[in-house]
């Protein structure tokens, strides 16, 4: 074989969309010519501390020489456990596993549940980017659709919902969950419902496909992220629930993979997990600085839709979100084009929740100009 023939051979990233961000950098080095400085509300990554609980907690456990169990320990599969019973309202039997972080499970779900070339992979019009490199990554196909009836006689396999939703904010009634579940258990498919914003709500309530199943959670799974409740972020600190069949297969896959979530972590998730009172303050910031950058930014003449729940205010001028972008980067502020997330979201910018009040005191006070 000739050094060029191994050359030529495709790699797995030739299956996958181009990295988005790239693409913004124009309109980040344009803002970042501020005389005040960058207001960056284009990622929605945490900037708030980590509460002291759960930093003492991973402390504590910072003299881990061993393996750590993939299932969990029993402390943390007993405090996701009661989470989910409380948090999540679900009565029938589940069984729950720890990820590390949520992306690399939805990046990986597919082809942990043995989903491959030929089969569907059904995921929202506008969403997170990773359900589609997840379908791609298994070599599958993707459709998307927000009504399922529009899918036709594909042999689907999996159906992403996700409920708040990043970046619309959009809240999925319980009828309509139900309906999702209704409809793939017919054709055999699994429902995966990312559920890491449901902590944050607004103005809806957000509920959990596992509270709108009854007794039987067969071919449903919820998936959860402490990175926004609890700013972990950085941690990696994650979990799935649902059908113990789903959860026992994901897991057996896991252990051979070697995804597996450090002991520290583990500990400070148990923390994380029996403590509301952090994350009902930093549910107060974001509600907060929502509050003010919903104001300002309606005054400036946007459009705000959905945004009922979650970290992000999805909003429009009535123009291409390419527009949008550069008219806040004049202004200094960044902002995630809609297009970023589907073809649906072209005339959307998401403007994310995730920035200290003195920047978005500063955002706020360069859209009233
Ligand atoms: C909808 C959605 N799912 C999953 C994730 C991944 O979060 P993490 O990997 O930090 O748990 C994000 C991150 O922004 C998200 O918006």
Sequence with gaps: M?????????????????FPWDRLEPAKALAAKHPDGLVDLSVGTPVDPVAPLVRAALTGA???PGYPLTAGTPQLRAAISDWVSRSCGATGEFDVLPTIGSKELVAWLPTLLGIGPGDVVVIPSVCYPTYEVGA???????????????????RVKLVWVNSPANPTGRVLPAEHLRKVVDWARERGAVVASDECYLPLPWEAEPVSVLSVCGDDLSGVLAVHSLSKRSNLAGYRAGFVAGDPALVREVLAVRKHAGMIVPTPVQAAMVAALGDESHVAEQRERYARRRTRLREALTAAGFTIDHSEAGLYLWCTRGEDGWDTVDWLADRGILAAPGEFYGPAGARHVRIALTASDERVDAAVARLSR
């Design 62 to 64: 910072s003299d881990a």
């Design 2 to 18: 000739t050094p060029e023939s191994t050359v030529a051979q495709p790699g797995l990233s030739a299956r996958l969309p181009d």
């Design 136 to 154: 791609r990554l298994a070599g599958a196909t993707v459709v998307r659709s927000d009504s399922l009836l529009a899918v036709g006689p594909a």
